[in-house]
C-alpha cells in the first residue's frame, strides 16, 4: 500500500509552520484552538513592519471573530468607499459594497502572535527555516541555528518569496521579476472611510486610513522605473507627482519613518499549492496583484482551508494524500479565478494610455467597477 494513503500516527498532532505573517500565524490560532502542539519559526521578531497596503476586506471578519480576535479592539479605520485615479488625475468614485478595514501589519500581527502565544503556541523568532525533508511519515525542519524540528505536518507560510522556494525548486524564484514596493506611513488630510488607488507611469498607489490618525501610503512600481529616476525621492518628484493626488499627498503630509520599506522580486506567477508534501498557506500558496486589495483576506482564508483539512488528517479522518488533493482542489476552487482576474486588471493600470481609457470608460458604466471588485474578493466567510 501507498505509505500515503496511510492514516497518521493519533499520538502526534504537531505541525510546524514557516513563516508568522497572517497566513502562518492564522493556521497556528486553528491548529492551537483544536489542542494541535505548533511550532512557529519566523525570520523576524515581533513586532514588524510589512510592505503591504493594510487595507483588509471584511469578508474576513466572521472568521476573524470565531478565532477569538475582536478587530475592533484594535481601532481600525472604516474604509466604505473607493476613488481610483488616472495618471493625469481623472477620477472615479464609488461606494464599496462590502468595504473594508484600515490596520497596520505591524499592529494586526502582533495581535495575532500576543493570541497564539496564548495558546501555546510555541515562536522560534529570529531564525529561518532552510531546508525541508520528508521521509518515513514525517518532516525534518533545519534551522539557521542548526537545530532540527520534527513533525508529521508542515504548514509553508512564508510569503511570496524566500530562499526555501529555490530549496523547493520552484520554477518562479529563478526568474527575475520587475516589480518593486515601497510603504510609508503618514499623517495627512484626507478622508478616513475613502481607500483610494493612483495610477502612474509604470505603477499605481494605494493611500487609506489605519489606526490612530495615521494613512498607509504604499506603491507598486518597476525596477526600470526606479532605474530611470536613479532615487525612490527622484521617482516620487518626478514620476508620481504627475499624478495631481499623488503631489498633493507628497507635499502634503507628514512621512512618520526616516526610510521607507521597500521589497523587489514581487512575482505574481502561479505557483503549486503542495511542494514535497510542505501546505502551502497564503502567498506561498498563490499572490494576487495587490490593486484589487484582497491578498491579506485571501491569506487568511487559505489558512483556514488548509488548517480545517490538516486537523482532519491529525485527527485520522483522511490520509495525507487526501489532504494534499482536496486542500489543492479547494484552492483552485476558491482562489484560481480571482488570481487571473488580478492579473488582467492590472495590465490596465500602470500603463498611462491604458489607465487614462479605463478610468474614463469605467466612468461610463455604471456598476463595472463593483463588478470587478465581486469577480476580485470573495464572500464573507
Ligand atoms: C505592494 C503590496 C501591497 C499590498 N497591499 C495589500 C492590501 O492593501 N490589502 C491586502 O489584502 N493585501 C495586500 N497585499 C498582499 C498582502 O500583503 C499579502 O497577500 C499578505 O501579506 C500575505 O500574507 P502571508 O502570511 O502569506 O505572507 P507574509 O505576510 O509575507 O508573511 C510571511 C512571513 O514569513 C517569514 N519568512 C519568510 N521566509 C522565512 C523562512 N525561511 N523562515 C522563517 N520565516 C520566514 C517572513 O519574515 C514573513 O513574516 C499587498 C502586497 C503588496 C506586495
Not at 8 to 18: K, L, V
Not at 42 to 57: N, Q, R
Not at 313 to 333: C, D, P, S, V
Request: hydrophobic share 40%; proline share 5%.
Amino acid at each position: 500500500m501507498n505509505k500515503l494513503n496511510i492514516l497518521p500516527p493519533m499520538h502526534n498532532r504537531s505541525a510546524i509552520i514557516i513563516g508568522g505573517g497572517l497566513a502562518g500565524l492564522v493556521n497556528a490560532l486553528q491548529l492551537a484552538g483544536q489542542g494541535v502542539q505548533v511550532t512557529l519559526v519566523e525570520k523576524k521578531k515581533f513586532p514588524f513592519h510589512k510592505v503591504c497596503g493594510e487595507y483588509v476586506s471584511n469578508e474576513v471578519l466572521p472568521f476573524l471573530k470565531s478565532l477569538g480576535v475582536e478587530v475592533e479592539a484594535l481601532h481600525p479605520a472604516h474604509l466604505t468607499h473607493f476613488l481610483l485615479s488616472s495618471p493625469k488625475g481623472r477620477t472615479l468614485q464609488t461606494p464599496l459594497d462590502l468595504g473594508g478595514f484600515g490596520l497596520s501589519r505591524f499592529t494586526l500581527d502582533h495581535h495575532l502572535f500576543q493570541l497564539a502565544q496564548q495558546r501555546g503556541v510555541t515562536f522560534k523568532q529570529q531564525v529561518s527555516a532552510t531546508a525541508v525533508s520528508f521521509a518515513q511519515e514525517a518532516f525534518t525542519v533545519t534551522l539557521s541555528t542548526g537545530e532540527q524540528l520534527q513533525a508529521p505536518v508542515v504548514i509553508g507560510a512564508y510569503g511570496k518569496r524566500s530562499a526555501l522556494d529555490r530549496h523547493f525548486n520552484r520554477g518562479f524564484f529563478e526568474q527575475r521579476s520587475p516589480y518593486l514596493a515601497v510603504k510609508y506611513h503618514l499623517q495627512t488630510q484626507l478622508p478616513r472611510h475613502v481607500i483610494s488607488l493612483h495610477n502612474f507611469d509604470d505603477g499605481y498607489a494605494g493611500v487609506s486610513a489605519i489606526e490612530e490618525d495615521r494613512y498607509c501610503f504604499c506603491y507598486l512600481t518597476t525596477r526600470q522605473n526606479l532605474k530611470k529616476h536613479g532615487t525612490i525621492a527622484q521617482l516620487e518628484a518626478q514620476e508620481l507627482s504627475k499624478n495631481p493626488w499623488l503631489r498633493d499627498l507628497l507635499r502634503n503630509s507628514h512621512f512618520l519613518y526616516p526610510q521607507p520599506e521597500v521589497i523587489n522580486e514581487i512575482s505574481f506567477a502561479p505557483k503549486a499549492c503542495v511542494e514535497d508534501h510542505v501546505l502551502m498557506s497564503g502567498d506561498a500558496a498563490g499572490l494576487i496583484t495587490p490593486l484589487c486589495g484582497n491578498g491579506m483576506a485571501m491569506a487568511i482564508h487559505s489558512a483556514k482551508l488548509l488548517s480545517e483539512q490538516v486537523l482532519l488528517f491529525l485527527n485520522g479522518h483522511q490520509t495525507r494524500l487526501q489532504m494534499e488533493k482536496n486542500y489543492a482542489n479547494l484552492w483552485q476552487r476558491q482562489f484560481g479565478a480571482r488570481l487571473q482576474t488580478g492579473r488582467l486588471v492590472q495590465r490596465l493600470f500602470g500603463h498611462p494610455v491604458l489607465s487614462e481609457v479605463a478610468v474614463a470608460s469605467l466612468n461610463l458604466i455604471p456598476g463595472a467597477v463593483k463588478a470587478i471588485m465581486r469577480q476580485t474578493h470573495g464572500k464573507p466567510f
